[in-house]
T-cell receptor, first 110, second 111 residues
C-alpha cells in the first residue's frame, strides 16, 4: 500500500461546478496535511494546510480532514479554467517525513 | 511567497560528468529539500537538511550527495551523471510547520 494515494484523473468538471479531490494516507499517526497546485511546467505551490479534523475554508477552496478514515479532500467551488492543474496531496507522517501523493489532474471545461 | 531560487534552470550534460545544482532561500528556513519529478513517479525526495551541516537521505538518494554550509544554501551534486538522472529537480524550504515552498525547478538532461 502506498503511503499517500490519490486518483490520478484526469478529473473533468464544467466551469462553475464543484471539483472534489480526494487523498488517503496509510500512517494513522499523521498530523499535518497539505494541498499543492502545480501548473504544467511549473513548480508546486501551497494552497492550504490542515491539521485538525473538520473543514477549513479559504476563498473558493475547502480542505476537509477525517483522521479516523485517514482521508483528506480538497473542494474547489465555482471552478474556473484557471484551476486546471495537477493537485498534490502531502502528508507529514508520524516519523516526521512529508510524503507527496502522485497528484490528480484537474481539467475545468469552459 | 518564500524567496527561493535555483540555478541553473536548465542544464545539458554528458554521462559520467559531475553536476552541481544550487538552491538559495532568503526566508531563513531551517529545513531544505531536494526532489526529483518524473512522469509516473510524482515528487520523490532525494535528500533533505534540517540545519547547517545536518542532512539525511530520502527515498532516491543513490548517486546524489548534498551539502549545506549556510542556512540559505543547499547544494545537490550528481557525482557521475547517468541518463536515469535526467529529470526535473525541485528544491524546497520550510519552517517548523512543514509548509514547503518550492523553487522554480531545474531541468537536467544527461546525454
Amino acid at each position: 500500500q502506498k503511503e499517500v494515494e490519490q486518483n490520478s484523473g484526469p478529473l473533468s468538471v464544467p466551469e462553475g461546478a464543484i471539483a472534489s479531490l480526494n487523498c488517503t494516507y496509510s500512517d494513522r499517526g499523521s498530523q499535518s496535511f497539505f494541498w499543492y497546485r502545480q501548473y504544467s511546467g511549473k513548480s508546486p505551490e501551497l494552497i492550504m494546510s490542515i491539521y485538525s479534523n473538520g473543514d477549513k475554508e479559504d476563498g473558493r477552496f475547502t480542505a476537509q480532514l477525517n483522521k479516523a478514515s485517514q482521508y483528506v479532500s480538497l473542494l474547489i467551488r465555482d471552478s474556473q479554467p484557471s484551476d486546471s492543474a495537477t493537485y498534490l496531496c502531502a502528508v507529514r507522517t508520524s516519523y516526521d517525513k512529508v510524503i507527496f501523493g502522485p497528484g490528480t489532474s484537474l481539467s475545468v471545461i469552459p | 511567497d518564500a524567496g527561493i531560487t535555483q540555478s541553473p534552470r536548465h542544464k545539458v550534460t554528458e554521462t559520467g560528468t559531475p553536476v552541481t545544482l544550487r538552491c538559495h532561500q532568503t526566508e531563513n528556513h531551517r529545513y531544505m529539500y531536494w526532489y526529483r519529478q518524473d512522469p509516473g513517479h510524482g515528487l520523490r525526495l532525494i535528500h533533505y537538511s534540517y540545519g547547517v551541516k545536518d542532512t539525511d537521505k530520502g527515498e532516491v538518494s543513490d548517486g546524489y550527495s548534498v551539502s549545506r554550509s549556510k542556512t540559505e544554501d543547499f547544494l545537490l551534486t550528481l557525482e557521475s551523471a547517468t541518463s536515469s538522472q535526467t529529470s526535473v529537480y525541485f528544491c524546497a524550504s520550510s519552517g517548523a510547520n512543514n509548509e514547503q515552498f518550492f523553487g522554480p525547478g531545474t531541468r537536467l538532461t544527461v546525454l
